[in-house]
């Protein structure tokens, strides 16, 4: 069971911006580097944002990624077709059983 | 470029142990002490589950979940991780990805995946 929250769906039209919420505790996010991942239908997940809000090289600068407290925040402008797909945060958690942690995901529909 | 390539049996019975191998090419598992190699895996229509991570001084991480099944190795000579995992269950059918899990942040580059199916 993940302890990373995120919304299991959003949409907006194309051109639009979504933002994406993770919600977590002082053990994972408050204390560590979030990342983002992508995952297009019938794909293999693709790291868009690092260290709450870096991007590799190649991701446009539509994806955008923040941190504040125990929450984080993926945003993307000017909505595409093409970024339909499931996008999960994920972090270390620092607890006793320390580990990674994925969020639950959320889907993506451009309308 | 990076790239990793998983393989290993695409069945396994109910009770028996799955193995599966994560080839590294186009960078050595030793490249940095900043680099360690995890394994992640998706069950059909759901979402990610991390199971483990390995350094290649062989300090390893697992998910309390799957902590007393789960075996993580690495073979420096062979640029190759792999992953056991004992006493499957239907439960256990999933894709399983091999990573590079960059300094136990990110997880920056991906192999292609392998579809394990637990089945009689």
Known sequence: QSVLTQPPSVSAAPGQRVTISCSGTSSNIGKNYVSWYQQLPGTVPKLIIYDNNKRPSGIHDRFSGSKSGTSATLGITGLQTGDEADYYCGTWDSNLTAGYVFGTGTKVTVL | ?120
């Open chain 2, 1 to 120: 470029q990076l790239q990793l390539q998983e393989s290993g049996p695409g069945l396994v019975k109910p009770s028996e142990t799955l193995s599966l191998t994560c080839t590294v090419a186009g960078d050595s598992i030793r490249g940095r002490t900043s680099y360690y190699w995890g394994w992640i895996r998706q069950p059909p229509g759901k979402g990610l589950e991390w199971i483990g991570t390995i350094h290649y001084s062989e300090s390893t991480y697992y998910n309390p979940s799957l902590k007393s099944r789960a075996t993580i190795s690495v073979d420096t000579s062979k640029n190759q991780l792999s992953l056991r995992l004992t006493s499957v269950t239907a439960a256990d059918t999933a894709v399983y990805y091999c990573a590079r899990h960059h300094d136990l942040d990110e997880f920056d580059s991906w192999g292609q995946g392998s579809l394990v199916t637990v089945s009689s």
